[in-house]
T-cell receptor, first 115, second 115 residues
Framework: GAGVSQSPSNKVTEKGKDVELRCDPI?????LYWYRQSLGQGLEFLIY????????KSGLPSDRFSAERTGGSVSTLTIQRTQQEDSAVYLC?????????????FGPGTRLLVL | AQSVTQPDIHITVSEGASLELRCNYS??????LFWYVQSPGQGLQLLLK??????LVQGIKGFEAEFKRSQSSFNLRKPSVHWSDAAEYFC?????????????FGTGTRLQVTL
C-alpha cells in the first residue's frame, strides 16, 4: 500500500515568508508525528497528533511553528515568518494506533531552505 | 528525559566484513528501542525494534541487535556487510508507556562500505 507522503519535496523561501508543509499519513493510521532533521540539531521531535488532537507539542521550537490535523488524516505544519535557522528537512511519520509499541513509518521529508 | 548516544559518527568497513554500530541510552526504566536506516534522499526505514522478552532481536536485511540492560546498550550488528548497506543509521528510544510517544534519536552513524 501507499506509504506516508509529504509535499512539497523541496521548498525554497525568503526569510520572513510563511510556509506550509503537508503530510498524508498511511490510511487508517491514528497517530501522526512531525520531526525536524538539521545539520546542527540532528533529528528532533516537533509535535504528535492522536486523531485530531495534539497531546504533545513539546518540541515546537517557537510560537512561529504550528500544526493541525483535520479529519484524522492530513496534517499541515506551518512556519510563520521563516528564519534561516528553520532550514532543515521536515519529516512526518504515522503509526497505526497510539500504543507505544507501534512502529512509526516515515515519509521522505520536505527539504526547506530559507534564504 | 531519555537520551541516546551513538559514539561513532562515521564508520568504514569492507564489503563482507562484520559490522557493529554502538548505541547507548539513558532512561529510568527499560525503554522501547529502535534502529532506523536512512539512505541518501530517503526517509527513515525501521530495521528492528525491542520492547521486551528475548534480548537479541532480528531485523530486516540481515541485521540484529542485542539489548544489554547492564550496559544500557542496544548495539546493531551484521555478520557480513553489503555495499548496499552504506547509509546513515539512527538508534532511537521511546518511553515505555501504554500510549504512543515521541522518538528520541541519536546523532546517527554514517556507514561507508568499501569494495
Amino acid at each position: 500500500g501507499a506509504g506516508v507522503s509529504q509535499s512539497p519535496s523541496n521548498k525554497v523561501t525568503e526569510k520572513g515568508k510563511d510556509v506550509e508543509l503537508r503530510c498524508d499519513p498511511i490510511s487508517g493510521h491514528t497517530a501522526l508525528y512531525w520531526y525536524r532533521q538539521s545539520l546542527g540539531q540532528g533529528l528532533e521531535f516537533l509535535i504528535y497528533f492522536q486523531g485530531n488532537s495534539a497531546p504533545d507539542k513539546s518540541g515546537l521550537p517557537s510560537d512561529r511553528f504550528s500544526a493541525e490535523r483535520t479529519g484524522g488524516s492530513v496534517s499541515t505544519l506551518t512556519i510563520q515568518r521563516t528564519q534561516q535557522e528553520d532550514s532543515a528537512v521536515y519529516l512526518c511519520a504515522s503509526s497505526p494506533r497510539t500504543s507505544g509499541q507501534e512502529t512509526q513509518y516515515f515519509g521522505p521529508g520536505t527539504r526547506l531552505l530559507v534564504l | 528525559a531519555q537520551s541516546v548516544t551513538q559514539p561513532d559518527i562515521h564508520i568504514t568497513v569492507s564489503e563482507g566484513a562484520s559490522l557493529e554500530l554502538r548505541c547507548n541510552y539513558s532512561y529510568g526504566a527499560t525503554p522501547y528501542l529502535f534502529w532506523y536506516v536512512q539512505s541518501p534522499g530517503q526517509g527513515l526505514q525501521l530495521l528492528l525494534k525491542y520492547f521486551s522478552g528475548d534480548t537479541l532481536v532480528q531485523g530486516i536485511k540481515g541485521f540484529e541487535a542485542e539489548f544489554k540492560r547492564s550496559q544500557s546498550s542496544f548495539n546493531l550488528r551484521k555478520p557480513s556487510v553489503h555495499w548496499s548497506d552504506a547509509a546513515e543509521y539512527f538508534c532511537a528510544v521511546a518511553r515505555n508507556t501504554g500510549t504512543a510517544s515521541k522518538l528520541t534519536f541519536g546523532t546517527g552513524t554514517r556507514l561507508q562500505v568499501t569494495l
